[in-house]
């Protein structure tokens, strides 16, 4: 028994080395293991375009996910640079690169990962235009109401995520068809930041990856609902 089960621990490895493999037909569709889904689904994942704004607390699991994914461009918009603070949830820094800029080091650091990403960083809403889907992470409301109204006005999806302690949540807006930020939280009174759970925020980012994968191929998986993380 013990031979037979030590046999069958060393053809799953096998396969799984052959799925993983650079000469196997499914490495360029990450390591997924339903080759139906992915023979329909990536060459659409592959000529994504996806802007991220401010997403660093949700970054390491989010733009790891959405770079392994297959995702054919990613432009990360932040002005802000990496602090000592921030390393205990946003796990694509580390303390060499405390003071430098985030959205280039994250840049740098997903086209490591994944050569065949084309990674750029910006500033500034105008760029809306160019993308199909838009990822938020924002600090504050203010900030994400103005983002929801810039969406809306190029009328491009947008997944918004949040988290504060212990909880998180997640939101999936196509404007027109569903309630957006603006309809859950316009007269709303801005509240102070709290604090973020390293370990909450990569489990909502890995949410919102997954939300926005499928945003992607075309399926809301959440309309006109709000996911919670509790």
């Known amino acids: ?19 993983c493999s650079k000469s196997s037909p499914l490495y360029p569709l990450n390591d997924w293991m339903d080759a139906n889904i992915f023979y329909t689904a990536g060459k659409a ?21 959405l770079a392994g994914a297959g995702v054919g461009r990613l432009v990360i918009v932040d002005g802000d640079t990496v602090s000592l603070s921030n390393l205990n949830r946003q796990f694509l820094f580390d303390q ?12 740098r650091r ?13 500033t500034g809403m105008n760029l809306l235009a160019d993308f199909q ?17 810039a969406c809306s006005q190029k009328n491009i999806p947008l997944v918004n995520g949040g988290v504060e302690g212990w909880y998180g949540s997640v939101m999936a807006v196509e404007f027109g068809k569903t309630p957006c930020l603006a309809c859950c939280y316009a007269g709303t009174a801005p509240e102070e930041g709290g604090q973020a759970l390293g370990a909450v925020t990569g489990a909502v980012a890995s949410l919102m990856a997954s939300v926005t994968i499928q945003m992607l191929l075309g399926h809301n998986p959440i309309p006109g609902e709000l996911l919670l993380y509790d």
């Open 1 to 19: 028994p013990r031979r037979k089960a030590l046999l069958w621990c060393l053809a799953a490895a096998a396969l799984l080395l052959a799925v």
């Open 110 to 122: 997903l086209s490591a990962f994944n050569p065949d990403l084309r990674v750029d960083e910006k």
């Open 45 to 65: 994942m592959m000529n994504g375009q996806v802007l991220y704004r401010d997403v660093f607390d949700h970054k390491g699991p989010l733009l790891y996910a």
């Open 133 to 149: 889907l838009t990822v938020a992470a924002v600090y504050n409301l203010p900030a994400r109401l103005a983002l929801n109204a």
């Open 96 to 107: 060499a690169d405390l003071g430098r800029p985030k959205a280039e080091t994250a840049a």
